[in-house]
Protein backbone atom coordinates (compact mmCIF):
# COMPACT_ATOMS: atom_id res chain seq x y z
CA UNK A 1 0.00 0.00 0.00
CA UNK A 2 1.46 3.40 -0.76
CA UNK A 3 2.36 5.62 1.90
CA UNK A 4 0.78 9.26 2.26
CA UNK A 5 2.55 12.23 1.57
CA UNK A 6 1.84 16.25 3.04
CA UNK A 7 1.76 18.24 2.36
CA UNK A 8 1.14 18.07 -1.95
CA UNK A 9 3.72 21.30 -2.41
CA UNK A 10 5.25 24.20 -0.70
CA UNK A 11 6.82 26.98 -1.90
CA UNK A 12 9.81 28.77 0.28
CA UNK A 13 11.50 31.66 -0.06
CA UNK A 14 15.42 30.90 0.32
CA UNK A 15 16.75 30.32 4.05
CA UNK A 16 13.41 29.07 4.87
CA UNK A 17 12.54 25.95 6.55
CA UNK A 18 9.95 23.12 5.54
CA UNK A 19 8.87 19.42 6.61
CA UNK A 20 7.30 16.79 4.21
CA UNK A 21 5.83 14.15 6.27
CA UNK A 22 5.00 10.44 4.84
CA UNK A 23 2.88 8.04 6.63
CA UNK A 24 2.07 4.54 6.15
CA UNK A 25 -0.64 2.29 7.18
CA UNK A 26 1.34 -1.06 7.26
CA UNK A 27 4.51 -1.51 9.86
CA UNK A 28 7.08 -0.37 8.32
CA UNK A 29 10.73 -1.92 8.07
CA UNK A 30 12.32 1.45 6.41
CA UNK A 31 11.61 4.83 4.47
CA UNK A 32 13.70 5.81 1.62
CA UNK A 33 13.33 9.57 0.33
CA UNK A 34 14.76 10.56 -2.42
CA UNK A 35 14.44 14.05 -4.35
CA UNK A 36 13.75 14.25 -8.31
CA UNK A 37 14.35 17.00 -10.25
CA UNK A 38 12.26 17.97 -13.41
CA UNK A 39 13.36 15.25 -16.48
CA UNK A 40 16.37 13.75 -14.01
CA UNK A 41 15.95 10.34 -11.92
CA UNK A 42 14.96 10.69 -8.58
CA UNK A 43 18.13 10.68 -6.53
CA UNK A 44 18.50 9.01 -2.59
CA UNK A 45 19.09 11.14 0.09
CA UNK A 46 18.64 8.75 2.83
CA UNK A 47 17.51 5.55 4.53
CA UNK A 48 15.82 5.31 8.11
CA UNK A 49 15.42 2.13 9.41
CA UNK A 50 13.48 0.04 12.21
CA UNK A 51 15.60 1.03 15.18
CA UNK A 52 17.68 3.43 13.69
CA UNK A 53 18.51 7.09 14.34
CA UNK A 54 17.83 10.08 12.43
CA UNK A 55 19.80 10.84 9.38
CA UNK A 56 20.97 13.79 7.58
CA UNK A 57 21.97 14.31 4.18
CA UNK A 58 23.72 18.04 4.18
CA UNK A 59 20.90 20.55 6.01
CA UNK A 60 18.58 18.09 5.67
CA UNK A 61 17.17 15.47 7.95
CA UNK A 62 14.70 12.73 8.79
CA UNK A 63 13.12 11.20 11.54
CA UNK A 64 10.80 7.74 11.89
CA UNK A 65 8.44 7.06 14.18
CA UNK A 66 7.83 3.70 14.30
CA UNK A 67 4.36 3.66 16.45
CA UNK A 68 3.33 6.38 14.20
CA UNK A 69 4.66 4.81 11.21
CA UNK A 70 5.24 8.26 10.24
CA UNK A 71 8.61 9.71 8.67
CA UNK A 72 9.52 13.43 7.78
CA UNK A 73 11.58 15.46 6.59
CA UNK A 74 13.53 18.40 7.49
CA UNK A 75 14.57 20.60 5.23
CA UNK A 76 16.76 23.23 7.25
CA UNK A 77 17.57 26.88 5.66
CA UNK A 78 16.62 26.06 2.26
CA UNK A 79 18.40 26.42 -0.58
CA UNK A 80 17.79 27.15 -4.06
CA UNK A 81 19.08 23.60 -5.06
CA UNK A 82 16.15 22.01 -2.80
CA UNK A 83 13.57 22.71 -5.53
CA UNK A 84 11.96 19.59 -6.90
CA UNK A 85 9.59 16.67 -5.64
CA UNK A 86 10.35 14.57 -3.10
CA UNK A 87 9.61 11.13 -2.77
CA UNK A 88 8.69 8.97 0.45
CA UNK A 89 9.68 4.94 -0.37
CA UNK A 90 8.61 2.59 2.24
CA UNK A 91 9.68 -0.77 3.09
CA UNK A 92 7.69 -3.23 4.99
CA UNK A 93 10.56 -5.89 5.38
CA UNK A 94 13.73 -6.11 4.15
CA UNK A 95 14.45 -7.22 0.68
CA UNK A 96 10.89 -5.84 -0.49
CA UNK A 97 10.44 -3.22 -3.32
CA UNK A 98 9.60 -0.07 -2.45
CA UNK A 99 6.45 1.74 -2.27
CA UNK A 100 6.35 5.17 -2.88
CA UNK A 101 4.04 8.33 -2.43
CA UNK A 102 2.51 10.37 -4.74
CA UNK A 103 5.50 12.97 -3.88
CA UNK A 104 5.48 16.45 -2.61
CA UNK A 105 6.74 19.31 -4.98
CA UNK A 106 8.92 21.91 -3.39
CA UNK A 107 10.07 24.95 -5.02
CA UNK A 108 12.31 27.45 -3.24
CA UNK A 109 12.76 31.45 -4.77
CA UNK A 110 15.05 33.67 -4.21
CA UNK B 1 30.69 4.43 -12.69
CA UNK B 2 28.11 4.31 -15.08
CA UNK B 3 24.63 4.94 -13.46
CA UNK B 4 21.23 3.01 -14.81
CA UNK B 5 20.50 3.71 -18.16
CA UNK B 6 16.67 3.37 -19.67
CA UNK B 7 16.13 3.71 -23.34
CA UNK B 8 14.53 5.19 -25.35
CA UNK B 9 13.65 8.43 -22.92
CA UNK B 10 10.57 8.82 -24.99
CA UNK B 11 8.24 6.68 -27.10
CA UNK B 12 5.17 7.56 -28.88
CA UNK B 13 2.84 4.45 -29.86
CA UNK B 14 -0.06 4.26 -31.26
CA UNK B 15 -2.61 1.90 -28.82
CA UNK B 16 -2.59 -1.70 -30.38
CA UNK B 17 1.21 -1.19 -31.31
CA UNK B 18 3.96 -3.02 -28.90
CA UNK B 19 6.58 -1.16 -27.38
CA UNK B 20 9.67 -2.68 -25.40
CA UNK B 21 11.44 -0.39 -22.60
CA UNK B 22 15.06 -1.40 -22.06
CA UNK B 23 17.27 -0.90 -18.74
CA UNK B 24 20.73 -0.96 -17.89
CA UNK B 25 20.93 -1.57 -14.19
CA UNK B 26 24.66 -0.52 -12.58
CA UNK B 27 27.36 -3.21 -13.07
CA UNK B 28 26.89 -5.52 -10.50
CA UNK B 29 24.17 -5.29 -9.43
CA UNK B 30 21.57 -7.85 -8.41
CA UNK B 31 18.22 -6.08 -7.71
CA UNK B 32 16.09 -4.48 -10.50
CA UNK B 33 13.53 -2.81 -10.19
CA UNK B 34 10.58 -1.63 -12.62
CA UNK B 35 8.14 1.28 -11.90
CA UNK B 36 5.61 3.26 -13.02
CA UNK B 37 4.39 7.05 -12.80
CA UNK B 38 1.35 8.05 -14.62
CA UNK B 39 0.66 12.03 -14.56
CA UNK B 40 -0.16 13.10 -11.31
CA UNK B 41 -0.24 10.21 -9.51
CA UNK B 42 2.29 8.08 -7.10
CA UNK B 43 5.32 5.64 -8.30
CA UNK B 44 4.19 2.22 -8.51
CA UNK B 45 5.65 -0.89 -7.83
CA UNK B 46 6.05 -3.03 -11.09
CA UNK B 47 8.07 -5.58 -10.78
CA UNK B 48 11.52 -6.76 -8.99
CA UNK B 49 14.21 -9.32 -10.07
CA UNK B 50 16.43 -10.51 -8.55
CA UNK B 51 19.56 -11.42 -10.66
CA UNK B 52 17.54 -13.06 -13.51
CA UNK B 53 14.97 -14.24 -11.28
CA UNK B 54 11.65 -12.88 -10.70
CA UNK B 55 11.29 -11.99 -6.93
CA UNK B 56 7.96 -10.20 -6.95
CA UNK B 57 5.44 -9.01 -9.73
CA UNK B 58 2.48 -8.79 -8.10
CA UNK B 59 2.67 -4.81 -9.27
CA UNK B 60 2.49 -6.03 -12.76
CA UNK B 61 -1.03 -4.74 -14.05
CA UNK B 62 -1.90 -7.78 -16.65
CA UNK B 63 -0.71 -9.59 -19.05
CA UNK B 64 0.25 -7.36 -21.81
CA UNK B 65 3.22 -6.68 -19.40
CA UNK B 66 6.15 -9.03 -20.04
CA UNK B 67 9.47 -7.94 -18.20
CA UNK B 68 12.95 -10.08 -18.62
CA UNK B 69 16.09 -10.06 -17.57
CA UNK B 70 18.19 -12.75 -19.18
CA UNK B 71 21.67 -13.42 -18.14
CA UNK B 72 20.93 -11.33 -14.86
CA UNK B 73 21.96 -7.99 -16.78
CA UNK B 74 19.85 -5.50 -18.93
CA UNK B 75 16.42 -5.77 -18.45
CA UNK B 76 13.05 -5.54 -21.24
CA UNK B 77 9.86 -4.51 -20.27
CA UNK B 78 7.31 -5.52 -22.94
CA UNK B 79 4.23 -3.96 -23.60
CA UNK B 80 1.62 -6.15 -25.95
CA UNK B 81 -0.68 -4.44 -26.89
CA UNK B 82 -0.58 -0.99 -25.64
CA UNK B 83 -3.43 0.78 -24.41
CA UNK B 84 -4.32 4.70 -23.62
CA UNK B 85 -3.90 4.10 -19.62
CA UNK B 86 -0.20 2.55 -20.02
CA UNK B 87 0.89 5.98 -20.82
CA UNK B 88 3.43 7.23 -18.13
CA UNK B 89 7.27 7.30 -17.54
CA UNK B 90 8.65 4.44 -16.07
CA UNK B 91 11.36 3.89 -14.01
CA UNK B 92 14.26 1.23 -14.24
CA UNK B 93 15.96 0.91 -10.46
CA UNK B 94 19.10 -0.88 -9.40
CA UNK B 95 20.69 -1.85 -6.02
CA UNK B 96 23.25 -4.02 -4.72
CA UNK B 97 22.51 -6.59 -2.58
CA UNK B 98 25.17 -8.32 0.58
CA UNK B 99 23.69 -11.56 1.46
CA UNK B 100 20.56 -10.88 2.98
CA UNK B 101 21.46 -7.14 3.31
CA UNK B 102 19.14 -5.54 1.06
CA UNK B 103 18.39 -1.84 2.52
CA UNK B 104 20.47 -0.39 0.47
CA UNK B 105 19.94 2.89 -1.57
CA UNK B 106 18.36 2.16 -4.96
CA UNK B 107 19.77 4.16 -7.89
CA UNK B 108 17.09 4.92 -10.59
CA UNK B 109 17.12 6.09 -14.36
CA UNK B 110 15.80 8.92 -15.95
CA UNK B 111 13.26 7.25 -17.27
CA UNK B 112 10.69 6.38 -20.24
CA UNK B 113 8.22 8.66 -20.94
CA UNK B 114 5.68 6.63 -23.06
CA UNK B 115 2.69 7.67 -24.58
CA UNK B 116 0.09 6.00 -25.80
CA UNK B 117 -2.01 7.47 -28.89
Known amino acids: QQPVQSPQAVILREGEDAVINCSSSKALYSVHWYRQKHGEAPVFLMILLKGGEQMRHEKISASFNEKKQQSSLYLTASQLSYSGTYFCGTEVNSGYALNFGKGTSLLVTP | EAGVTQFPSHSVIEKGQTVTLRCDPISGHDNLYWYRRVMGKEIKFLLHFVKESKQDESGMPNNRFLAERTGGTYSTLKVQPAELEDSGVYFC???????????????FGQGTRLTVV
Open chain 2, 93 to 107: ASSHSTGFITNTEAF
